[in-house]
């Protein structure tokens, strides 16, 4: 353990020489104590109305961010939000970096007729646009938290399942595997005991790049009004507002700002992640 | 012309078993939703009795073990017989392909422009990596990628449309203005700088990442040192020489795009009520339209196939050296 230890220390100094990814880091961190805090700060439900609709941010004390059409308040929308944005990446990017070690492992490991089999799948995904697919399942799944999660998951899994495929295609060859058959180590016990924890380090930035994908595809989704209609999300604030940008456009305006720090802090981190765990790629991004 | 229709064989060959499981995939998600064809149809008409409703079931097969089902939608997928549409009353088939040329213009206009813009950027950031400009070019491409598009749209129409009043809020000509001829032609491109725009911005970010990876990547190579020995200008042996080799890697990632541009359109064409295969969609999903939404999946596969092996070709034309053997 104390060579791990010392892998995740070098990973940790990387990371903290790198200006962008401790930047991303701090906002991930604000927007987590957001959402932490809503429930104190905001404890009725931001989908009731608590004032005088349309008033504008910075007007008053009371509504910081000022009240949409119906007189919800924008900064409980905003922090109640987070809530679900990052409650939606996180799961929905775990699920689809669940099913692409899965998938990517099979098919990297087994080799042959198997990773043929499974690559085809992979192609088929990538070929319908994942957007249009997301859409087809929440509409035959029906609008929930759930089906969003399952909807963005299933439309961003093919990247993690190439890449691990990748990994164990090369990792499969290496002596360590070649001990471990020799010994009369099952299949399954090879590959996720012995090989993921050495493949996993590339598939852990990319996951954090799939959750802030994950929280765009999602806004999409919830702008379009496809999201769960009984808890308030960015995209659905930003949706609501679009009728209103003739005359009051900050409504769309402020929830459309937190998305987009979220995932620039998110995208960043990410990036910083990559590099720091695999000083080849430091040049490049 | 040989080599063409070499790579056209290979790619049909692997076009053709992934098209089975998207078709594959499409006949499970009809499985999945409540209620067949059949229920819709006698709802649209307003009920019916069980007798009716079994003849019909018989009628569509829809009596036999799944296999044959499956295999007969396959069978009539491949002959674009895609179903009906019953909020529409029209053939699924004629509902997506008549929506077709409007995204693809507003598509291939976008790829291109995210293309030129993205691909210069890439080019004037890699050209001093590290540097200043390079900083700032990193940090605009980072913010294109992050923003939603649909909130960037929002903001272009509250400042272009709403604020300047420069440009049209949505649709994709101005109305009854009995316009013809150029005038046609430059009022429908006024109405998509702000959907193209919007689409575009996403790719720029892109764009400009990969060429710039690509292009650090290729200024390593030797003859790049021999450019400079021979005693060209840097803007030179950037533009001329690193450029167009880093070009191809941009090409390889349009097919890819191809397909998240498509779902992009979407949302810009819901947006900004352009009537194309995007905003088909959206409708579909608002109205529970099943059949008209798993056409516009088996057709968007079917472009993003097209442009692959267009893509391929390109490559075949660029570089004689692929397509032999």
Known sequence: MTVAGERERGVWRALRADRMAMAGLAIIAIVVAMALAAPLLFPLDPLDSVGRPLIAPFETWRHPLGTDRLGRDLAAGVFHGAQVSLAIGALAALLAVGIGVLAGATAGYYRGWIDEALMRVVEAFQTVPSFVLALALVAVLGPSISSSIIAVALSTWTQSARLVRAEYLSLGQRDFVRACRALGMRDGAIMFRHILPNALPPVIALATLTMAIAILVESALAFLGLGDPNRVSWGAMIGSGRALLRTAWYVSAVPGVAIALTVLGITMFGEGLNAALDPRRMRRS | ?325
């Open chain 2, 1 to 325: 012309m040989n080599r063409v229709a070499t790579l056209l064989r290979r790619r049909l060959a692997q076009a053709v078993p992934t098209l089975l499981i998207v078709l594959t995939g499409n006949f499970l998600l009809i499985r999945l939703a409540p209620g067949d064809v059949v229920d819709t149809l006698m709802i649209s008409q307003g009920g019916g009795d069980p007798a009716t409703a079994a003849a019909l079931r018989a009628e569509y097969g829809l009596d036999q073990p799944w296999p044959v089902q499956l295999a007969l939608f396959l069978w009539k997928s491949l002959r674009f017989d895609l179903g009906f549409s019953y909020f529409y009353s029209e053939r699924v088939a004629t509902l997506v392909f008549d929506r077709l040329p409007i995204t693809l213009v507003l598509m291939g206009t976008a790829m291109g422009v995210a293309l030129a813009i993205g691909g210069t950027l890439g080019a004037l950031a890699a050209q001093r990596a590290g540097g200043r400009r390079d900083v700032a070019i990193l940090a605009f491409g980072l913010v294109c990628y992050a923003l939603p598009s649909f909130w960037i749209g929002l903001m272009l129409i509250v400042l272009f449309a709403v604020k300047l009043q420069w440009l049209p809020v949505g649709g994709v000509a101005t109305m009854g203005s009995g316009l013809a001829g150029i005038a046609h032609g430059l009022d429908v491109a006024r109405h998509l700088v702000l959907p193209v725009a919007t689409l575009a911005l996403f790719f720029v970010g892109v764009y400009m990442r990969v060429m710039r990876a690509a292009m650090i990547e290729v200024f390593t190579q030797d003859f790049v040192r021999t450019a400079r020995a021979k005693g060209l200008s840097e803007r030179q042996v950037a533009f001329r020489h690193v450029a167009r080799h880093a070009m191809l890697p941009l090409a390889t990632m349009l097919g890819l795009h191809a397909a998240t541009a498509l779902g992009g359109s979407v949302v810009v064409e819901s947006m900004f009520s352009v009537p194309g295969v995007g905003r088909l969609a959206f409708d579909a999903v608002m109205q529970r339209d099943v059949n008209t939404l798993l056409g516009i999946v088996y057709v968007s596969a079917l472009v993003v196939i097209a442009v692959n092996f267009l893509v391929d070709v390109a490559y075949a034309w660029i570089d004689p050296r692929i397509g032999e053997g």
